[in-house]
């Protein structure tokens, strides 16, 4: 069974400063995704960024980018230049296909980062 | 504008009762998600479906049910409601032709009594 741990329930961070939230995930499998999920107090899903796991290359989406470790199953966000807009439960998430047109989603239970002015 | 209707947004209902909670996408994907949030525990698939007429239970299946009669609705029905469903509801849909990205709806927030 594959699981998503964000191991920091809590986060803070100064405005303007970086912050890096955890997730590792097990699984046995080869090709997958990888997401992180931003719910700010509105409770609307958005979606951060993505990776997929056949790509070496880190994914970076403006200020936010990840630190993807395949070997160590570790998929790290970091948020440069923080901003109070960025205060808002994150989420990890796991993604791999089980075939033919099923897939198959696993979330981590989430890290609560507030930016601080 | 295109993506996720839930309805309602928010409701109180009392132990026992039957609810119905509805979800509709206009983005023609195949795949649509229930899924609820609770505190300390992120969100946990209820059931799921891959495509019109197929549907599959997800890792809290009991209690829920769903019905996939055509893409574009995917309704979940609490049959007789108990406190431990108060939760907030999320449904998703995603198209297997994407990136993999899942597409949420605003939520529904379900207060058993």
């Known amino acids: 069974a594959q699981t998503v741990t964000q191991s920091q329930p809590e986060m803070s961070v100064q405005e303007a400063e970086t912050v890096t939230l955890s997730c590792t995930y097990d699984t046995s499998e080869s090709n997958y995704y990888l997401f992180w999920y931003k719910q700010p107090p509105s409770r609307q899903m958005i979606l951060v960024i993505r990776q997929e796991a056949y790509k070496q290359q880190n994914a970076t989406e403006n200020r936010f980018s990840v630190n993807f470790q395949k070997a160590a199953k570790s998929f790290s966000l970091k948020i440069s230049d923080s901003q109070l807009g960025d205060t808002a439960m994150y989420f990890c998430a796991f993604m791999f296909p089980l075939g033919g047109s099923n897939y198959k989603l696993t979330f981590g239970k989430g890290t609560l980062l507030t930016v601080n002015p | 504008i295109a993506g996720i209707t839930q309805a309602p947004t928010s409701q109180i209902l009392a132990a026992g009762r039957r609810m119905t909670l509805r979800c509709t996408q206009d983005?023609?994907?195949?795949?649509m998600y229930w899924y609820r949030q609770d505190l300390g525990l992120g969100l946990r698939l209820i059931h799921y479906?891959?495509?019109?007429?197929?549907?599959g239970k997800g890792e809290v299946p009991d209690g829920y049910s769903v019905s996939r009669a055509n893409t574009d609705d995917f309704p979940l029905t609490l049959a007789s409601a108990v406190p431990s469903q108060t939760s907030v509801y999320f449904c998703?849909?995603?198209?297997?032709?994407?990136?993999?990205?899942?597409?949420f709806g605003e939520g529904s927030r379900l207060t058993v009594l």
């Open positions: 479906s891959n495509t019109a007429g197929t549907t």
């Open positions: 983005m023609r994907h195949n795949a």
């Open positions: 998703a849909s995603s198209s297997h032709r994407g990136t993999g990205e899942l597409f």
